[in-house]
């Protein structure tokens, strides 16, 4: 591509709107631009990368024995009604009717339609197993969408459902994917790691996030230092320590008026906050649950949410049912005579000794309470991990980090085959339901995630595999017959080799092309300037400062080096 | 691709909601299956054939130098409004509310899209031309989807966009698109006859369809016999003789009580309907227009919205309207003292004479009207064309074909830069409007057309060129060893040439494979079966009864040969 007939659309300020280093980046460097809220057009520079992308998750997929499909993004709403989930999906489902007031979703996932398609197609045990994918669009109309392309309302995401006849089965189609995961992250450049994540509430039996450690993720993933557990915040196993033993006291009741914070009771009691214990109370669904954590811990909604057989619905309990149930006001809710439908104590509280709770009785707290002597309810891990906790794999020291989900793999068993009557006729004549495992990359988060990886202050630093093009041929100065003959030579003969290259032919000065080759992060640039004269050329690695002045004629073996060693087939 | 692994979903039925070959077969294949009305998804083996069509339309648009680009389906309603088309469009056009009550619509066509791209990154006459192209999901929620992907909801279009400086730039730009789109039907195996379209309604400047010959088609296209005119019907121009000349008698008013059809006043007067003049009364928008053509021709509505300035409402007047504007009821409509704000009649009427025509008074016609004489208007033409005119470059006979439209290029000039302010830097420093054209092609439509050129009772005759697999190898006995080895290393022998192959391990008998395999059209079969003991195997192209047998050793020659006389690449 002669950069004079491109359409490069490079800005030099940073745009005002844009946190993230990426999504930075993707707006400085052209790649794409805001159509509205969540809603980005791709430039031709950006959509190049794009496609790479999928097309090196199309490989490997392929390669996997997956077979590619393409379905619809409209769906009507009686699949969903079947499933179940049409009333149940909230405001991130943008809905819509057509002209004769049915009425349709635009795909936020495809569970339902690929159950409908495996139920019309899919008979007997001798068809299994079967994996189909899609690169395809979809629609999430998120409340807050953000960094870009990070978290968007249009965006395409590869969605894989595997059908298999039983779960050794479907054991081995996750692992396939678990393994085609691991190299398309790699093949992308991207450091990723594929961590535990809960899979109870959408009924699953298994499931691992692939993530990418970034400063900026919206995840928070527990990581061991010494051995391989990785989780993620959801999912992470809280291991409770035992308290240092002491006697049992008697429980006292002390008057704490305007006392209603942790803080409050801390600067109160004049004690830290592992003496206290905190109730706090949810409504799930129609229930009321009330979860006792220490003072300085924080509730793992999803932990509860499974401890109580999931909900649709889940959120704090409002002032009014607050309460109702605590026969007090806010602040002085403790787990003695509380009336929920769920008591949740947390291992760590069943552990302590002689702690302080709110009383359920307004302006009083109760001192020196003990679990199983003046309460009970279900004990379990019901809390976050924090950093001080250890692995609950090996012992060791736990790391939070931030991460990036770019994939998400998961054995959903028989969820729609049940419900959608997705069955097939097995060996013994058995009519049985499908056991599926569904599997998902965000392709443009993909992009945002090797972005965020691959950057300095100057630009992209793409890795070879997914660069928009391989190669920047910049003549120094156009006029200079000699530089540009060399230059289009160069250009040529790479092309020709099959290298996507991209000849800087604009009348700008060499500083300009620089810094918009830097921006848009091509991995290698040939500079043909003054040089020359000498049969010499400058030869630059994006990812490095070091500028190598080579012979023209060794160019091309260069760049075949480069290839070779980032793996990638010329 | 081992059948044994493959989602084969072939049907022996002939499924009852289609009518047209290609719909059947696309069924029957298992290409696609419906999801709702007008919406399907695509299964493996129809998604190869769909891809293969983008790949073709791919490279012949890079090679005119047009520039890959992606846009959202999801677009605010602002950019419609600010080009008027938000109120104007109909209820094709799917509109959904987001959760913040913004109004989005999915795109059913992107020229505001382009135009808000145009005037985001296009400043001055250096980056001109430029051509953007996209290929991707459109949606029209069309009245009456039909025919399978020919007239479906949700569909895939590569469109494009191009940009100039001044309107010669605007022509070269088109004619790249001419010729680009001629070698893309070629390529796709569908031969395909550039016609004049209308595009006086959009307001552009010129436009031309691609339009596929099929009895099936939804459109009607006007062909000469002798020279290269054509031209669909909206805009075939018709060339009306001049009559007989005749001596003007007087006109006289006849009660003709109860004679309102054309039917009815040719026994009533016992003469044909060339003597008829009839009048149509139509609403556009506000105004009313009649229009008065010969009482055996068509109304051509096209050529009367044109010749009205355009109009975004057109239809036939109700009844209060029509007794308003001729003071009498339906059926005695004439344009003498009409009341309409527009009266226009056809050539060929003011060419007549002493012709019958309505009264504007119930139970009277006129006899003895003629043109100038008794009534004005104004003159053109306003009717279909008919077999019987002549055409009109040559004056050769008309032939009049269906045909199935599967691409049109369009000179939009300034109607949108100019509402959207598009503007860039001339030479001499003065901002003007972007000089536009639009350039579309139906890929699932494409698909469509190929099948309706290219089938047989037994099924689809793909065109190696866009066909799901390239060659299927059948072991006639797969329990014959010798059969099975053979077939395998035939299988593994072509596909490591890069030929797409499937062998068809299946256990079911030869019959059903053939069948199979000719309902699926992949253009090179290979039997392997008793006859390899001699080193023989059988040869045979869908699209030949000839069964050749040749030695299993000169099977890779002969697949090569096919692919350099298809003119595909390997």
Do not use: C, N, T, W
């Given at each position: 591509m002669r950069m004079s007939n491109m359409l490069v659309t490079t800005l030099r300020e940073v745009p005002a709107e844009a946190e993230l280093p990426s999504h930075k980046l993707m707006l400085r460097s052209g790649m794409m631009r805001k159509m509205a809220s969540g809603i980005y057009n791709f430039m031709p520079l950006g959509l190049r990368s794009l496609k790479k992308i999928e097309n090196v998750v199309r490989e490997e997929m392929d390669r996997a024995g997956a077979q590619e499909f393409l379905a619809s993004a409209l769906i009507p709403s009686e699949l969903w009604q079947e499933s179940g989930r049409w009333d149940v999906f909230g405001p991130e489902m943008f809905r819509l009717n057509d002209r004769n007031e049915r009425q349709f979703c635009l795909g936020p996932t495809h569970e339902e339609v690929f159950t409908d398609i495996a139920r019309g197609v899919?008979?007997?045990?001798?068809?299994?197993?079967l994996n189909l994918y899609q690169i395809q669009t979809k629609y999430r109309d998120e409340r807050r969408p953000r960094f870009g392309v990070m978290r968007s309302r249009e965006f395409i995401m590869k969605d894989a459902y595997s059908f298999d006849k039983d779960y050794e089965g479907l054991d081995e189609s996750y692992n396939k994917m678990y393994d085609a995961y691991t190299k398309i992250f790699a093949r992308c450049g991207v450091e990723c790691s594929a961590v535990e994540a809960d899979s109870g509430a959408i009924g699953g039996t298994g499931s691992a996030e692939f993530m990418v450690k970034s400063e900026f993720g919206e995840d928070e993933v527990v990581f061991c230092d010494s051995c391989n557990y990785a989780a993620n915040m959801e999912k992470a196993i809280a291991i409770s320590e035992p308290s240092q033993k002491e006697e049992l006291k008697d429980m006292e009741k002390t008057a704490t008026p305007e006392v209603k914070t942790i803080e409050e009771l801390i600067k109160f009691f004049n004690i830290g906050p592992n003496k206290f214990a905190k109730t706090l109370v949810y409504k799930a669904d129609n229930k009321v649950v009330a979860v006792v954590v220490r003072g300085d811990r924080e509730v793992n909604e999803v932990k509860v949410i499974n401890a109580v057989g999931g909900a649709v619905e889940f959120e704090m309990a409002d002032e009014k049912t607050v309460r109702k149930v605590t026969?007090?006001?806010?602040?002085?809710?403790?787990?003695?005579?509380i009336k929920a439908d769920f008591v949740l104590v947390d291992n760590e509280v069943a552990n302590m000794y002689n702690f302080i709770v709110g009383a359920n009785d307004t302006g009083y707290h109760l001192v020196n309470v003990n679990y199983g002597r003046d309460f009970e309810g279900t004990v379990g891990d019901f809390r976050n991990v924090t950093s001080e906790d250890k692995c609950p794999k090996c012992g060791g020291k736990l790391t939070i980090a931030r991460g990036i989900e770019v994939g998400h793999i998961f054995k959903l068993g028989t969820k729609y085959s049940e419900s959608m009557g997705a069955v097939f006729s097995d060996e013994d004549g058995k009519v049985k339901p499908l056991i599926m495992g569904c599997y998902g990359i965000g392709v443009n988060r993909t992009m945002a995630a090797i972005i965020e990886q691959h950057h300095d202050e100057d630009g992209i630093v793409w890795p070879?595999?997914?660069?928009?093009?391989?190669v920047i041929v910049i003549p120094?100065?156009?006029?200079n017959e000699e530089q540009m003959k060399a230059a289009e030579e160069l250009y040529n003969g790479l092309k020709d080799l099959g290298v996507e290259v991209v000849l800087d032919?604009?009348?700008?000065r060499a500083g300009v092309k620089f810094k918009d080759a830097d921006l848009m992060g091509i991995p290698i640039r040939v500079t043909v300037g003054k040089l020359i004269s000498e049969g010499k050329v400058e030869f630059k690695l994006r990812s490095s400062e070091e500028v190598e002045e080579i012979d023209l004629s060794s160019v091309i073996n260069k760049v075949k080096e480069q290839f070779e060693k980032e793996e990638i087939k010329l």
């Open positions: 899919i008979k007997s045990y001798k068809q299994l197993p026969s007090a006001e806010i602040g002085f809710a403790g787990p003695i005579g070879l595999s997914v660069a928009p093009y391989h120094a100065v156009i006029k032919d604009r009348k700008e």
